[in-house]
C-alpha cells in the first residue's frame, strides 16, 4: 500500500521532506515521535534494500533479521548521532525489536517490545545493552486516543485529511508520545 498525499506532512521532519519519490514510494509506515520537545519520524519499509536505500549501511542485527518492515530514524541518520533501527519481533509474543548504534556504528542497545497478555492496548519494553544484559523490564507503552499525542496539534488532523490512519501511542513513565500514520 502506498503513500498517497504524502506532501500533506510536509515540514514536520526536513529529513522526511528530502527523501526522493522512489524512497517515499517504498515507505509502508511513518511513525512521528514527539520526546521531550523534539519531533522525530521513523520511516518503515518493507524490504532490506529501501531501508538501505535511506540509511546507507545497515547494522547486522537489522541485515540478519526475519522481518517483513524495516524502520530506520530518519532524525537519528541525519544528526550523525545514535542511530535507530527498528525491526518486527522475533518470537509471537514480540511485536517488536528496536536497536540503537553509536555514531560509529556499536550496538549500545537493544529493545524487546511484547505484547501485555491482560491488556491489548498496551506494549511491555525490555531493555538490553549490547552484551544482552537486562537494563530494565516492563516499561509500559499503551496506545489510546488523541489526548496521547504532545506534539505538534495539527499534524494528527493533517494526516486524517490526507486518508491517512492515525494511531496515537504513549509511553507511561516518561515524556514521549508517538503517531503512527499509515496508508488507509
Known amino acids: 500500500m502506498q503513500f498517497r498525499n504524502i506532501n500533506a506532512l510536509t515540514g514536520y521532519s526536513a529529513a522526511l521532506d528530502t527523501l526522493s519519490a522512489h524512497q517515499r514510494a517504498a515507505l509502508e509506515e511513518i511513525v512521528f515521535c514527539y520526546r521531550l520537545g523534539f519531533l522525530s519520524v521513523t ?13 546507507g549501511q545497515v547494522p ?5 533479521a526475519v522481518t517483513r ?6 532524525e537519528s541518520l541525519s544528526c550523525g548521532q545514535r542511530a535507530r533501527f527498528y525491526v518486527d519481533g522475533d518470537e509471537p509474543e514480540t511485536v517488536l525489536l528496536g536497536f540503537t548504534y553509536s555514531a560509529v556504528g556499536e550496538l549500545e542497545e537493544w529493545k524487546r517490545y511484547r505484547q501485555d497478555v491482560d491488556c ?11 552484551a544482552d544484559e537486562a ?10 486516543g488523541p489526548d ?14 490526507a486518508g491517512f490512519q492515525v494511531i496515537y ?16
Not at 43 to 55: C, K, P, Q, S, T
Not at 60 to 64: Q, S
Not at 121 to 130: E, N, P, T
Not at 169 to 184: F, H, N, S, T, V
Request: aromatic share 6%; net charge negative; glycine share 6%.
Open 120 to 130: 491489548k492496548q498496551r506494549l511491555l519494553i525490555d531493555r538490553f545493552d549490547a
Open 148 to 161: 496521547l499525542w504532545n506534539g505538534p496539534q495539527d499534524l494528527p488532523e493533517k494526516a486524517k485529511q
Open 69 to 74: 518492515r524495516y524502520g530506520v530514524d530518519l
Open 169 to 184: 501511542l504513549a509511553k507511561e513513565a516518561k515524556d514521549q508520545c508517538y503517531l503512527r500514520i499509515l496508508p488507509q
Open 43 to 55: 520511516a518503515v519499509f518493507g524490504d532490506i534494500e529501501a531501508l538501505r536505500d535511506v540509511a
Open 135 to 144: 537494563k530494565s523490564s516492563g516499561e509500559v507503552e499503551r496506545a489510546g
Open 60 to 64: 547486522a542485527e537489522i541485515e540478519r
